[in-house]
Nanobody, 110 residues
């Protein structure tokens, strides 16, 4: 299974971005992690095939994860972006093993 992410970019604080990630095969849970310079990779949000979601406290009420099972695609709508959201965002998926997509850079300017 391959994961293809898209949608990163540069945005001002308070702005919005939408990330997408398409899987080439069947995936159970999908989600997003991020890694800022000098920091460990951290969970942002995950969603099960049935639609159960989980968010990091730092993004609750600002980010929304969703998925289209027919398209094997997961989305991350990011609103009210802050400079501390700046990171490389990685798409993640799992069935019998973990899969990672290529990172997409999100930069939020103050």
């Amino acid at each position: 299974v391959q994961l293809q992410a898209s949608g990163g970019g540069l945005v001002q604080a308070g702005g919005s971005l939408r990330l997408s990630c398409a899987a080439s095969g069947s995936i159970l849970s999908m989600g997003w992690f991020r890694q800022a310079p000098g920091k460990q990779r951290e969970l942002v949000a995950t969603i099960t095939r049935g639609g159960k979601t989980n968010y990091a406290d730092s993004v609750k009420d600002r980010f929304t994860i969703s998925r289209d099972n027919a398209k094997s695609t997961v989305y991350l709508q990011m609103n009210s972006l802050k400079p501390e959201d700046t990171a490389v965002y990685y798409c993640w998926g799992i069935n019998s093993r973990n899969y990672w997509g290529q990172g997409t850079q999100v930069t939020v300017s103050s």
